[in-house]
């Protein structure tokens, strides 16, 4: 090599310029970054899988702020940038062509208009054949993400991780963060009876007849327990991942609009989510992160976590 060679400047941009897949030996904090430093791309024919983000959160009844979750989940999972992962010990890349698309773009003057071009979006994406992990945004966005996946798939086996049970009543006009659940059963889009919510520790008026694993219960059954009592309730149904961040506790997740003491630690999360590796999973996402709040990139550290690992467990499925 002559000094030159050496010395000639190495493309830094792999979101830009750098191959679909395959590692990356950038430094994690410059360039642009996207979602584990995938491709920025809408070239759907190339991708297994759809990484965005839906910067909205206007539907938000405590603390606003996760409109900038996307971004932080990004700078977050730049560590995390092909080479084998944790806890799989496989570079996900190698199995699975992953894209990160940007954001949903809509018109924040039109808060009425924004569902409906998240829907129509992620719709784009996933009759494309496109697995779609979408990072938010405030819970809300789960509505309409879950509309564009039942058009394709039919109605879901709902997995949530939350604080709370997002069951307040709801006249089907306005939209709130706190009613995707009572909107998704009225417009019969889960399977309530193959649905399961983890980690509550809020009451709401009704469950719909949903299955509660409440967090002081999660933390007597263990990892294995709620594991267990998960693919007990969804079985061999279709199902779509709900992951709020405020299923953790607040001294994991301190970064979110609505954090309630009490919940999930990190480990047990993202261990019983890689314990979930046989369920048929169809799409996901990752909601109510909000940087603002946040201290030492705790919340987005995990949150890019929770979607690291699902993206293993994509990636193993298609390993076979
Ligand atoms: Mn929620």
Do not use: K
């Not at 779609?132 to 993400?145: E, F, K, M, N, R």
């Not at 509309?147 to 798939?153: F, G, L, P, Q, S």
């Amino acid at each position: 090599m002559s000094r030159n060679d050496s010395i000639r400047p190495r493309p830094t941009d792999n979101a830009f310029l750098g191959p679909l897949e395959g590692g990356s030996l950038e430094p994690t904090y410059s360039g642009a970054l996207s979602f584990m430093r995938r491709r920025y791309s809408r070239d759907l024919s190339v991708a297994d899988v759809v990484v965005w983000g839906v910067p909205f959160d206007c539907a938000t009844s405590n603390r606003p702020g996760a409109r900038f979750g996307p971004q932080a989940l990004r700078r977050a999972s730049a560590i995390f940038d092909g080479d084998p992962q944790f806890p799989s010990g496989l570079d996900p890349f190698e199995a699975l062509t992953v894209i990160d698309w940007g954001d949903c773009s809509f018109d924040y003057r039109r808060l009425d208009q924004v569902h409906g071009l998240i829907e129509a979006q992620a719709a784009e994406i996933i009759a494309a054949g496109c697995h779609l992990v979408t990072l938010g945004g405030d819970h809300s966005i789960t509505l309409p993400l879950l509309r564009a996946h039942v058009a394709e798939h039919g109605p879901l086996a709902l997995v949530q991780f939350d604080a709370h049970q997002d069951t307040w009543e709801d006249d089907a006009e306005g939209i709130s963060h706190g009613t995707f659940v009572t909107r998704a059963e009225m417009e019969g889009l889960i399977d309530c009876s193959r649905s399961i919510q983890i980690g509550i520790r809020t009451v709401a008026p009704d469950d719909f007849g949903i299955a509660i694993v409440d967090a002081y219960e999660a933390r007597g059954l263990g990892v294995a327990g709620i594991a267990q009592r998960i693919r007990e309730r969804v079985g061999d149904a279709p199902a779509y991942l709900s992951f709020d961040i405020d299923a953790l506790d607040p001294a994991f997740a301190p970064g979110t609009g609505t954090p309630v003491a009490g919940g999930l630690s990190s480990a047990e999360a993202l261990m019983v989510l890689w314990s979930l590796r046989d369920i048929d999973w169809r799409g996901m996402d990752i909601v109510e992160v909000a940087p603002a709040y946040d201290h030492a990139d705790i919340t987005a550290i995990a949150g890019a976590t929770v979607v690291q690992h699902y993206l293993q467990i994509l990636a193993e499925r298609t390993r076979g």
